[in-house]
């Protein structure tokens, strides 16, 4: 049985992920923003499915201080088998561009910076997987105003390209950490709070591929620099394979966040 941390995982597609795992048998350590989502958390699961959570870790994933809290706790809590990045943002909640108390778009520090840095501070899993979506394709592929500084704000642009930067980060630790196992994941457009209630794919299978990728040994799922949907391999944004930006996107993050992504 594996032991996975899964970030963001008080609500939605984690804390489905995280029943999911729990009932598989695997030992699961959750994730919320503050100690009173940590309660929601519990209570929303069953008493099998908390006989297998091994402890909820809290943080702001917001602030870079939160993503080192959530670091520090997550690596006390572990060593961990899989960990599935998936707290994020979408564009619904930002109607305007919100600073970070680090002064970062609050969409970019969530859905980018947050994953870079835990990757970068947790002991290394034998798998990660990181939560993309298709609209990545849509992205614009630069970091040129990575913090729409510049651009008339546009949420759903802000969302669509912070995903792309999930699955050019997703390439980039896959390419640099042959020992782990790292893939991406789009999990359908559906009804969680961030999906909107009017959503139209299936809910019961949104959290399915991130679970399977974090424990399975399907040849399918033990393969690293993949990218998928229901359990296929999707094709990405070219930019995704750029070797040039992957390296352009760490250096980015490790130079915010003051963290280099140890060799
Ligand atoms: N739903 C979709 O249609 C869809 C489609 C494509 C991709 N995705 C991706 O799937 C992942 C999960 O999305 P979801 O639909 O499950 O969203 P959700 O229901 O809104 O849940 C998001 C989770 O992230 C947490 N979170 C957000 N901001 C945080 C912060 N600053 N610090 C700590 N935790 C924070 C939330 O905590 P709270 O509960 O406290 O807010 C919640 O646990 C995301 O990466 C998303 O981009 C979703």
Redesign the pocket.
Known sequence: MARVFIT????????MAGRLLASQGHAVVLH??NPG?AEDTRAALSQSELAQVAGVVTG???GLA?MRQVAEQANAAGPFDAVIH?????HRDQPRRVATEDGFSRVFA??VLAPYLLTALMKRPRRLVY???GLHRDAEASLADAQWERRRWDGFGAYSDS?LLDVVLTFAVARRWLDVRCNGV?????P????GPT?PDDLSLAPVTQAWLAVSDDDAAAGTGGYFFHQQPQQVHPAARDVAFQDELLAYCARLSGTELPS
Do not use: I, Q
């Open positions: 963001g995982s008080s609500d939605g597609l984690g804390l919320a923003r989502r702001d994933l917001a939160g998936n707290a994020g943002v979408g969530v859905n939560l993309s979506s995903k789009e999990p359908g457009w559906v969680t709070k961030m999906g959503a």
